[in-house]
């Protein structure tokens, strides 16, 4: 029954019978955890065998052990290419994390400038950027680090509300890059369509260094082989409509393999990748070319790296499955949230009533469920509404998951309850 359609009486009724199961939920002890988007121990088993590659000689004879290499061995930057669908003249192999390449990105732009001659960031006054909401805690975390005014957009589910940021870039200058997740959004799961892409690609910007910092961290993240999600192109999609240094790409293999051991890359424009391996070439002498080859020779190829994801799925999908499937059992027709059912990526994105996900995390955790925090997917970590919350269904075991997402359903169905009771008796 619609929660929201009760009366006083019938509120209270329920009211004493969740707040009973919330205690009686208390008294088990509990101490599970859904707030990490970690790969689980069984899914960084699949690529133990990496570790026994020994192979340290490139294919033209370099020696891996060796200084040198600024952006990639070639095998690993074909390699990276292809996983990431750029052409291989375009991409950067660097270290072991993308976000670090997104901040060092950053930085160039703010100390340098994004191309020779261009003013640095640092020049040029307030910067401001668009940060897509909800969405992921560590972008939001790199702008704000540099002083940025950090403008929400509204996320819809085929991207960034596209009328909103079209119009806000094209009359402020100040504003200089957008943070998208194309595939898999964290935290909704959703993939830009092809006229988010198109629009992205050639909307007019009042800065001439303006770019978008594509992090297609969840390229091949899918969670069912047979309903992959696409994008398209857009290295491309910017070259074909006249800005071919406007995006910067990122990807890693950090949720493939191993995080922290991966492989991350970069892709840009022409003369975006020219002038970062100019600016990158005084910081480092190269990157960790064992790893690379570990890499390549544990795949082969792109197929054998999408091969491997179909075990990641066949892990991932029945935790999505027990947490999507409580959730519309035990809140399906109350009408007092909503939430995504993610195709691929790492996160269920959730909405309470206006004004609960911090009492509903607060719950959650008195009961010994642990959650991501109540604000993280907003700039400045303030969501507005404080409705959204992350769940993380990757780390627990599926026993642990019931009854997590069990305990979840209970909670917020008690804060709603106790919500519109407060409401109705004002
Ligand atoms: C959207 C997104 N980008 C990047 C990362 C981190 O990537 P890396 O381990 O390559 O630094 C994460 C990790 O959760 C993520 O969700």
């Known amino acids: 029954m619609q929660i929201k359609e009760m009366n006083i009486e019938e509120l209270q009724n329920l009211q004493t019978e969740l707040h009973n199961q919330y205690e009686d939920y208390k008294k088990l002890g509990l101490n599970l955890n859904m707030s990490r988007g970690k790969p689980s121990k069984a899914q960084l088993d699949l690529s133990l065998d990496m570790l026994d590659i020994k192979e340290l000689t490139a294919a033209d004879g370099t020696d891996a052990r060796n200084y040198g290499v600024l952006d990639g061995l070639p095998e690993a930057k074909a390699f990276m290419a292809d996983f990431m669908s750029v052409p291989v003249d375009n991409i950067i192999v660097f270290g072991n994390s993308s976000l670090n390449i997104m ?12 191309l020779p001659g261009a003013t640095p960031w640092k020049d040029q006054g307030k910067i401001k950027f668009l940060c897509p909401v909800p969405g992921y805690d560590r972008h939001f975390g790199v702008t704000e680090a540099f002083g940025f005014e950090l403008i929400s957009v509204p996320m819809t589910e085929n991207g960034p509300d596209m009328d909103i940021v079209e119009k806000l870039v094209a009359e402020d200058a100040q504003i200089k890059g957008i943070w998208c997740v194309p595939k898999y959004s964290n935290p909704e799961g959703h993939t830009y369509s092809d006229e988010t892409v198109r629009r992205m690609a050639a909307m007019p910007t009042a800065a001439a260094d303006f770019r978008v910092f594509w992090d297609n961290a969840y390229c091949e993240h899918h969670l069912d082989m047979d309903d992959k999600a696409e994008i398209l192109d857009f290295l491309a999609e910017c070259a074909a409509a006249g800005n071919p240094e406007r995006p910067y790409i990122f ?4 949720k493939i393999t191993f995080p922290g051991a991966g492989l991350a ?33 544990f795949f082969g190829d792109k197929a054998g790296l999408q091969a ?8 991932l ?16 027709d109350t009408g007092c949230a909503d939430w995504t059912n993610p195709k691929g990526g790492y996160f269920i994105s959730f909405n309470t009533m206006p004004g609960l996900a911090k009492k509903v995390v607060g719950m959650c955790k008195e009961a010994g469920v642990e959650l991501t925090g109540a604000g993280a997917t907003y700039p400045y970590g303030i969501d507005p509404e404080d409705k959204n919350i992350r769940l993380a269904p990757s780390m627990p075991p599926v026993a642990d998951l019931k009854v997590a997402a069990e305990l979840f359903c209970l909670c917020v169905k008690l804060a709603s309850v106790e919500k519109l009771l407060a409401e109705k008796q004002a």
């Open 103 to 114: 901040y060092d990105t950053v930085m160039r732009a703010y100390v340098f400038g994004v």
């Open 251 to 254: 990807g890693s293999t950090s």
């Open 265 to 297: 890359a970069f892709a840009a424009g022409p003369e975006s990748v020219k002038y970062t391996r100019k600016l990158m070439g005084v910081q480092t002498i190269g990157y960790d070319k064992l790893n690379q080859l570990r890499h390549v020779k």
């Open 308 to 315: 491997h994801m179909a075990k990641h799925a066949a892990i």
């Open 317 to 332: 999908k029945p935790k999505f499955d027990i947490v999507t499937e409580t959730l519309a059992r035990e809140l399906g």
